[in-house]
């Protein structure tokens, strides 16, 4: 079993990462030799629920755990107020309380809700991650940001809540759909390129034949995990270290948005990482031919379909709206050399929009 140790930057505690196929199996051995509390409950999407939840219970219950399911609607629409609520009395049903431990089997969607709700039921409960997706697996699992959505956008309601264990299992990914496995390809590739250019080297190897080499997965999954388990333990709460982890993103949430979110979030990030490549080329010394050989490896990972037809004026708007925006530039991450990145806080709107419109109008070219 591999293991990454999460250390709480200023507290004298840390969590730890597990990761070996076949886990699930197992967790319930696991648990106990954790010394978790015997009532546990395991928040599921249906999804999940149906393919894993069985086989999860089981190995729970032959350990002498108490486990209670509940479940929720899968994907975005599960993080509300409402189910919140719901969950949170259906706790109360079953008897919960203060020292029972709280699993979140799923995405990062049941990640972030359970992980909320844990963080405010009875003043706070333990949760246990068992993120079930690549995405979750190597971003959304680890670093203790919860969160739930209002009308008015996404992620508006959220703690910060560390878990006490976070168990991955790479064979969950066997039984996820190639959209929901890209998404978190883009994930992957961005944790190479701002901190490990071997693990882009292995995924040049590689490219999408990973999802088929147990071996390399689960070291690709532990790799990225532990890059994301770096940058937030030496800066927990969204300092200038973690803003290096938007990579990609700052255009990329410009693109989903002006796409009113047909575009899925893995490929709006890989054609930001696109834009940042050929972005850290202009300002931030990177070699151009590094550069190419960049986007080459994304495009290769399936990422770069072409594009909707998006209006540059409404990406730039999106952009224009964040509350991290600057009078005439825009803060962005930048890659001097494949596997360093740096915050620039000032990129030329102007150049931006060049570089955007080139990208809506060739493809993948960047
Ligand atoms: N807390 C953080 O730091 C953080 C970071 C990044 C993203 N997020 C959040 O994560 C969410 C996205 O997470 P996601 O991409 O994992 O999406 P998700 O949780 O919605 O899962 C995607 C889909 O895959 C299905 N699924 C999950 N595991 C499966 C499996 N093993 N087999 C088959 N189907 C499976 C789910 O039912 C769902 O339909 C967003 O809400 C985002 O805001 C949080």
Same mark, same amino acid.
């Given at each position: 079993?591999?293991?990454?140790?999460? &250390?709480?930057?200023?507290?004298?505690?840390?969590?730890?990462?597990?990761?070996?196929?076949?886990?699930?199996?197992?967790?319930?051995?696991?648990?106990?030799?954790?010394?978790?509390?015997?009532?546990?409950?395991?928040?599921?999407?249906?999804?999940?629920?149906?393919?894993?939840?069985?086989?999860?219970?089981?190995?729970?219950?032959?350990?002498?755990?108490?486990?209670?399911?509940?479940?929720?609607?899968?994907?975005?629409?599960?993080?509300?107020?409402?189910?919140?609520?719901?969950?949170?009395?259906?706790?109360?049903?079953?008897?919960?309380?203060?020292?029972?431990?709280?699993?979140?089997?799923?995405?990062?969607?049941?990640?972030?809700?359970?992980?909320?709700?844990?963080?405010?039921?009875?003043?706070?409960?333990?949760?246990?991650?068992? &993120?079930?997706?690549?995405?979750?697996?190597?971003?959304?699992?680890?670093?203790?940001?919860?969160?739930?959505?209002?009308?008015?956008?996404?992620?508006?309601?959220?703690?910060?809540?560390?878990?006490?264990?976070?168990?991955?299992?790479?064979?969950?990914?066997?039984?996820?759909?190639?959209?929901?496995?890209?998404?978190?390809?883009?994930?992957?590739?961005?944790?190479?390129?701002?901190?490990?250019?071997?693990?882009?080297?292995?995924?040049?190897?590689?490219?999408?034949?990973?999802?088929?080499?147990?071996?390399?997965?689960?070291?690709?999954?532990?790799?990225?995990?532990?890059?994301?388990?770096?940058?937030?333990?030496?800066?927990?709460?969204?300092?200038?270290?973690?803003?290096?982890?938007?990579?990609?993103?700052?255009?990329?949430?410009?693109?989903?948005?002006?796409?009113?979110?047909?575009?899925?979030?893995?490929?709006?990030?890989?054609?930001?990482?696109?834009?940042?490549?050929?972005?850290?080329?202009?300002?931030?010394?990177?070699?151009?031919?590094?550069?190419?050989?960049?986007?080459?490896?994304?495009?290769?990972?399936?990422?770069?379909?072409?594009?909707?037809?998006?209006?540059?004026?409404?990406?730039?708007?999106?952009?224009?709206?964040?509350?991290?925006?600057?009078?005439?530039?825009?803060?962005?991450?930048?890659?001097?050399?494949?596997?360093?990145?740096?915050?620039?806080?000032?990129?030329?709107?102007?150049?931006?929009?060049?570089?955007?419109?080139?990208?809506?109008?060739?493809?993948?070219?960047?």
């Amino acid at each position: 079993m591999r293991e990454i140790r999460v &250390p709480l930057p200023g507290r004298d505690v840390s969590y730890r990462l597990v990761i070996e196929p076949g886990l699930r199996h197992r967790l319930g051995p696991l648990l106990s030799a954790f010394k978790f509390p015997p009532q546990l409950v395991v928040i599921s999407d249906r999804r999940v629920a149906r393919l894993h939840g069985a086989a999860v219970l089981a190995s729970l219950s032959a350990a002498g755990f108490a486990p209670a399911l509940l479940t929720t609607p899968p994907g975005e629409r599960a993080k509300t107020w409402a189910v919140v609520q719901r969950l949170a009395r259906e706790f109360l049903q079953r008897g919960a309380h203060r020292r029972t431990a709280v699993i979140a089997l799923g995405g990062g969607v049941v990640g972030d809700l359970s992980g909320f709700l844990a963080s405010i039921f009875m003043r706070g409960l333990p949760v246990i991650q068992a &993120p079930t997706t690549l995405l979750a697996m190597v971003d959304a699992g680890i670093g203790g940001k919860t969160a739930i959505n209002l009308p008015e956008g996404k992620n508006l309601l959220g703690t910060f809540h560390q878990p006490k264990l976070v168990v991955i299992d790479p064979e969950f990914l066997g039984t996820l759909p190639r959209a929901e496995r890209l998404n978190g390809l883009a994930e992957v590739l961005k944790a190479g390129f701002i901190r490990d250019r071997d693990l882009l080297e292995r995924l040049h190897a590689a490219r999408t034949g990973i999802f088929q080499d147990e071996a390399a997965l689960t070291e690709t999954i532990y790799r990225a995990a532990a890059i994301k388990a770096q940058v937030v333990a030496a800066d927990e709460r969204e300092g200038d270290l973690r803003r290096i982890l938007n990579f990609g993103h700052t255009l990329g949430h410009g693109l989903e948005q002006a796409s009113r979110f047909r575009l899925p979030h893995g490929r709006a990030v890989a054609w930001g990482m696109v834009a940042g490549l050929t972005l850290s080329a202009r300002l931030a010394g990177l070699d151009p031919a590094e550069a190419e050989w960049g986007r080459g490896l994304i495009r290769d990972c399936g990422l770069c379909r072409p594009l909707p037809e998006l209006n540059p004026a409404e990406v730039m708007a999106a952009l224009r709206l964040d509350k991290k925006r600057q009078e005439t530039g825009v803060p962005f991450v930048l890659v001097p050399r494949l596997g360093e990145a740096v915050i620039e806080d000032d990129v030329p709107l102007g150049l931006v929009r060049e570089v955007l419109e080139k990208m809506l109008g060739q493809g993948a070219g960047g």
